[in-house]
């Protein structure tokens, strides 16, 4: 074919490839980031382009795959940050986990944790769960069902892992706003696993707006 | 009859974090560096409280489990999820198109 005579000269770029071998990889990250299908499929269009328009510019240093899912990322981050300074402030409910109330609120106990509420023993091997696809589902279950800003906030330090400074001035957050977000955020995923993966409660989609 | 230990204790327990409080400072401590005395006060709150021990092994494990779920999304060889055709074929001629011009 002629369009592949005229690739080779490029090295090893080949965007008539791209499609088939990237359209999957780039969607499967950014539906598991964005949770949302449409946002998801934009963001694997915007990386085409903008891998397309930056083509020259790679020069192999890293390999092609690599190359196109930073550009994805870069692409995410923008999304995201998008996402919670667009998202009001006020939309963040209390979250399930804080409506449990798993600490005492008043008296000299308060703080601590209420009598049959505290974490429960999981009694299953960390290490061996990180391995396993159901934990996993599991896993990004509970990722789906936070409330839109914060997900952002938390998709951002812990799955894009940007630095929690650069976050802070993105977002016009401080850094002790960032890590009580951060904590609700994990207390929540906390439950919600120790709720459907350890205790066998059933899904309900009602969160997955 | 008045106890001599209840005013220390009074000040030691004011002194000692709560189990939220604890809570909030263990999620910290994998955001950035805790303080001495924020170290020790959770240290001695965790050697004495056996389910804030477990939540602080929990949020290590998720904390954890996290960076390994982005990062095998990054390097798995079979996606979890597949485009739908329309989308794919809109994605190629897309693509088709702007290497052209």
Redesign the interface.
């Known amino acids: 074919m002629s369009d592949s005579l005229t690739e080779d000269n490029q090295g090893k770029i080949d965007p008539s490839r791209w499609v088939q071998d990237y359209g999957d990889l780039l969607y499967s990250i950014a539906y598991s980031r964005l949770n949302d299908d449409s946002a998801a499929q934009d963001a694997v269009q915007e990386t085409f382009l903008a891998a397309l328009k930056a083509k020259e510019s790679f020069v192999g240093k890293s390999t092609e795959r690599t190359w196109m899912v930073g550009i994805l990322k870069h692409k995410i981050t923008d999304l995201l940050r998008k996402r919670f300074r667009e998202t009001p402030s006020d939309k963040v409910d209390i979250l399930p986990v804080e409506q449990e109330h798993p600490y005492e609120q008043v008296g000299s106990s308060k703080g601590m944790w209420r009598p049959n509420r505290g974490p429960s023993e999981w009694g299953k091997d960390p290490h061996k769960s990180l391995e396993d696809s159901e934990f996993r589902r599991f896993l990004q279950i509970c990722l789906d069902q936070l409330p839109e800003r914060l997900a952002a906030v938390f998709t951002l330090y812990e799955l894009q892992q940007e630095d929690a400074k650069k976050i802070c001035k993105d977002l016009a957050v401080s850094a002790t706003n960032l890590w009580v977000m951060l904590h609700r955020c994990r207390r929540q995923l906390r439950r919600c696993l120790e709720l459907h993966w350890i205790e066998g409660e059933p899904v309900s989609r009602r969160n997955s707006e | 009859m008045v106890n001599p230990l209840k005013a220390p204790m009074m000040l030691m ?1 004011r002194m000692l ?5 604890v ?2 400072m263990v ?2 401590s ?3 560096r805790l303080s001495l005395p924020e170290r020790i006060q959770v240290k001695l709150h965790l050697a004495m409280c056996a ?2 021990r ?2 602080a ?3 290590v ?10 990062e ?3 390097a ?1 060889k079979e ?5 739908p055709d329309s ?2 074929q809109h ?2 001629d ?3 198109r ?2 052209q011009a």
Request: proline share 4%; charged share 35%.
């Open positions: 327990a974090p709560s189990c939220e409080e809570g909030q999620s910290e994998l955001d950035r389910l804030c477990r939540y092994s929990q949020l494990f998720l904390h954890k489990a996290l960076h390994r779920h982005a095998d999304a990054e798995r996606p979890d999820r597949e485009l989308v794919r994605l190629q897309l693509v088709n702007e290497s």
